[in-house]
């Protein structure tokens, strides 16, 4: 199986109202509620390509209970979430029907005490022995050390796992440095991290400090990957338009699949680059439109060399 | 017991932000959660000031059970909330830290099913003759039909229970024609119904088509009366500024509690304005601060004259 980390999940919660006024009173017309976190979404996605999926990190309170519920009704994905006291963290997505733009309220999550962190950290290295590959997703909850996908990295590495690390800021800086297979930032995260906001220039600095691979993904633009193989550049046929939340973790998805199946990198590239595309046009994360994402798979452009990195 | 009943109960949710902007992104600060839902608010005033109090009215899902388990630990008020498929609503308050304003996004609320209606009917026929006075609070959720407010008047009226109603729009309109004992519109609500916007005349309409007293909620103005027994106007010492959600309920807690007491009406509207003006202070709706209270009632000014209405 693949085994997804999310230790911030989220229960995403989405309403649409007429228009959104600050200091106004608003009648909510629609209401949806799914799991949410990115490495929740990365495991649904992985789960309609036909993998096993394992999920952990961390739940708890009534909306951990909503979460854990939902993710029993999602068929592939196997919960090995970690209880933890506080309450799973609710994300809101305010949906103007007049703009369609969003307004987003995230909740904080809940403080990990550090018996829930050994607890979580337990749970990991017994997890791992089954795992084909790890990938580490998204924001620390309050609690967990900043260190803590440095750690979960070493682990991995140690079980001669691959591992692919998603997540931003300080907690990426430090992962890096553990030396993870893979990274997929996107453009503002991969220029928190070096500093550079030039892709290329910026792509060889994060493999310096410690990425073996480093896809980073440009939106529209696609991908960016400098790998021990070679660099190539995944370009899909047309710019869509649509909710591009959620189309970074369809990109994990692509690459992690194309992992476990010993695809080549172009293929991985252009499956993560396919994916991520059709998850723009679904209408909620962790989804996307199968039909389209088939007939991009095989349009996606890759360029590139194959070098010694 | 004095017997509120709550058809939309919700889960209130306070968000604090730095600044709320459209179309942007925000980490929320703190999440406060409680109980809510007019006829709750009203159950908790009247737990402090001493009384008895059952709840009624509908609950389900993963937030109607956050509500039940904070009820329960709400002393002196009884849960007989009746179970409902559909999901308890949630209230989203979201307060901008830099101007204090408050942003409201509120869900419609579970569908109820005629099956639910009539088990939530057949408990409140059950609570009836327990209860010393009754109060029905606050809007229909989706699938309660519009008269449904006249027909728990009529029962209350049958059982010989002294019933309050406190509602607005179609709802308010088709209760008043089962003639409640006594209605709390504020001053939108009053001129909703009658269609004038001078509170003496709207008063004086609202009685005719059949509530026996009427008190009009007239925010920083106080109360105004018109009742079988006379009329009055209750004006709190001073303007209070803070957060006005729940001054509404606290009138009614103070209306109903003056009630069952027999307290002469001078009385009950002093009570009432007293612990309006209290909530204002308080941090959430369902408080009031009770040494601001007990200072006020003394000095709120009553007026009147005790004429055949």
């Not at 791992?128 to 070493?154: D, E, M, T």
């Not at 993870?180 to 991969?190: C, Q, S, T, V």
């Not at 073996?212 to 995944?234: D, I, N």
């Amino acid at each position: 199986m693949i085994l997804t980390v999310t230790l911030n999940t989220a229960l995403d919660i989405t309403y649409r109202v007429r228009a959104l006024r600050p200091h106004g009173s608003h009648r909510v017309s629609e209401v949806t509620e799914r799991p949410g976190g990115k490495g929740l979404n990365v495991a649904r996605v992985l789960a309609a390509l036909g993998h096993e999926v394992t999920v952990t990190g961390f739940a708890g309170g009534a909306t951990g209970r909503v979460v854990q519920d939902r993710l029993k009704a999602t068929p592939g994905v196997v919960d090995a979430l970690v209880p933890v006291t506080g309450a799973t963290r609710r994300t809101i997505a305010v949906v103007d029907d007049r703009t369609g733009d969003t307004t987003q309220l995230n909740e904080p999550g809940p403080t990990v005490t550090p018996a829930e962190w050994s607890a979580f950290q337990e749970a990991y290295e017994d997890l791992l022995p089954a795992a084909s590959a790890v990938a580490l997703c998204g924001s620390l909850p309050p609690g967990v050390p900043v260190g803590a996908y440095a750690g979960l990295v070493r682990s991995a590495k140690a079980a001669d796992i691959p591992v692919l690390l998603d997540t931003s800021g300080e907690a990426l800086r430090r992962g890096v440095a553990a030396r993870p297979d893979i990274i997929k930032p996107n453009a503002d995260e991969l220029a928190e991290l070096t500093g550079s906001h030039e892709p290329s220039r910026a792509t060889q600095d994060a493999r310096r400090r410690g990425a073996r691979a480093v896809v980073a993904s440009l939106g529209g633009a696609g991908l960016l990957a400098l790998t021990p193989e070679g660099r190539w550049r995944a370009t899909p046929p047309a710019h869509l338009h649509g909710n591009p939340t959620g189309a970074g973790d369809a990109a994990v998805a692509g690459l992690l699949s194309g992992l476990v199946e010993k695809l080549p990198w172009p293929d991985r590239l252009a499956r993560a680059a396919a994916l991520s595309a059709a998850s723009v046009v679904a209408p909620v994360a962790g989804e996307f439109e199968r039909g389209m994402y088939e007939d991009l798979v095989d349009h996606v452009t890759v360029t590139g060399d194959v070098t010694a990195a």
